[in-house]
């Protein structure tokens, strides 16, 4: 009889350990849409990305336009650097490749 139980409670046991681990194995359902793990652009990032047009816009007016005088405000040196890479970054930089993919290279540029 003492051996019976055993058995019993052994293979009881056994069953409720089974059960625990798939249990915890199994995906759980979070019930979020695709439409809120797609990630759009920012209020913020809407902004920064218009200023930086409107700096390459106004970059091209001079180029095409050298004669005409400009009637912005002069600029600090660290923000035209801030703008000149970050309009280099937006113009030519391509977020949809991976790491391994391109080469880094450096590019040097004379003001």
């Known amino acids: ?6 058995f019993t409670y052994f293979s ?9 681990i798939i249990y915890s194995c199994q995906k759980e359902q979070t019930g979020i849409d695709k439409s809120e793990n797609q990630t759009g652009q920012s209020f913020k990032d809407a902004q920064l990305e218009k200023r930086i047009i409107a700096f390459r816009d106004k970059i091209d ?14 600029m600090e040196v660290d ?3 801030w703008f000149f890479e970050a309009t280099s970054n937006l113009t030519y930089g391509d977020a949809s490749t991976t790491s391994d ?11």
Not at 61 to 74: A, C, Q, V
Not at 101 to 110: L, P
């Open 1 to 6: 009889m003492k051996r019976k139980k055993l």
């Open 12 to 20: 009881l046991a056994i069953v409720i350990a089974t059960s625990m």
């Open 61 to 74: 007016l001079i180029r095409e336009n050298p004669s005409l005088k400009s009637g912005t405000d002069p």
């Open 79 to 81: 923000s035209a650097v």
């Open 101 to 111: 993919e391109y080469i880094i290279d450096s590019s040097f540029i004379d003001v």
